[in-house]
């Protein structure tokens, strides 16, 4: 572990779970699991993964529950003690299979989710411009406007400008011509000025990069997914989900009826599932 970040670390109250000590050296080293925008953040958050790992051990241990160790698909074993773990919540925490009622409810809440993207054939001229000079960004766009003016009153002339003014160089050489592209495959601000556009159209698209001036050749409205071929993706997601709450709901019954010194629970649901 990066010993400036060992460093940064607070030195807060020892952390423990029923009189059980969590050495800070343990909390340290988790830590790299728990990215944060600050040290105390990413050491909370390893300090409660590891306090519900210990309550789940604990109760495991109470239970007297062993378990023989699984494997992934990948190969990688199961530790004793997440064998125990694992054994521990398939017992005490029952979830229930979402049926075919809940997935079509699911399904029809958000078809936005099962549609697939439009496809577009585009043609675009990038006027760049820094993303954080408002005063160079004005300019360039009187240029991306005055580029628009042109090849709208002679569309023959888009090739021309895109070879000598396009900053896309990739794109200019082919006349300016993106060919085509599709939902997450450019960045959502030209997204959405593609989503306003219908073939023929020409409009100005300002994006981090710049101002573009694009020119939509070809628009095919994207399908919705049927349901059929949607649900079992949607059977995965409400079980994880539901699962998710369960688990949360099961340690939070297992806190509340444990002494837990150092840190506190209630920042995050699940740590254990982060």
């Known amino acids: 572990m990066d010993c400036s970040i060992s460093n940064a670390l607070p030195k807060p109250k020892a952390v423990s ?34 306090v519900v790992r210990e309550l789940l051990l604990q109760e495991a241990a109470r239970f007297g529950i062993e378990a023989e160790a699984l494997c992934d698909p990948d190969g990688r074993r199961e530790t004793a003690e997440e064998a125990a773990m694992r054994a521990l919540i398939e017992r005490e925490v029952k979830t229930p299979e979402p049926d075919e009622a809940a ?72 006349g300016g011509r993106l060919g085509q592209i599709t ?49 079992e993706r949607i059977a995965g997601y409400l079980a994880a989900s539901v699962e998710r709450r369960a688990l949360a709901q099961y340690v939070s019954i297992l806190a509340g009826r444990a002494e837990i010194a150092g840190i506190s629970l209630a920042a995050t649901d699940t740590p254990l599932v982060q």
């Open 103 to 174: 997935c079509r409810r699911f399904y029809a809440q958000n078809l936005k989710r099962f549609r697939m993207g439009d496809l577009y054939e585009v043609a675009h001229i990038l006027i760049a411009a820094p993303r954080d000079d408002r005063a160079a960004r004005m300019a360039v766009r009187g240029n991306a406007e005055a580029i628009l003016a042109a090849v709208k009153a002679d569309p023959t002339i888009f090739a021309d400008m895109a070879s000598n003014h396009s900053a896309c160089s990739t794109s200019a050489a082919d």
């Open 17 to 50: 779970v029923n009189g059980v000590v969590i050495p800070r050296e343990a909390i340290a080293q988790e830590v790299q699991n728990h990215p944060a925008d600050k040290p105390i953040h990413a050491w909370q958050a390893a300090a409660r993964a590891l």
């Open 183 to 231: 939902r997450g495959q450019t960045v959502p601000e030209f997204e959405a000025a593609l989503e306003r556009m219908q073939p023929g159209d020409m409009a100005i698209a300002e994006t981090r990069y710049g101002f573009h001036v694009v020119r939509m050749d070809r628009r095919a409205e994207g399908q919705t997914l049927p349901f059929e071929l949607a649900k």
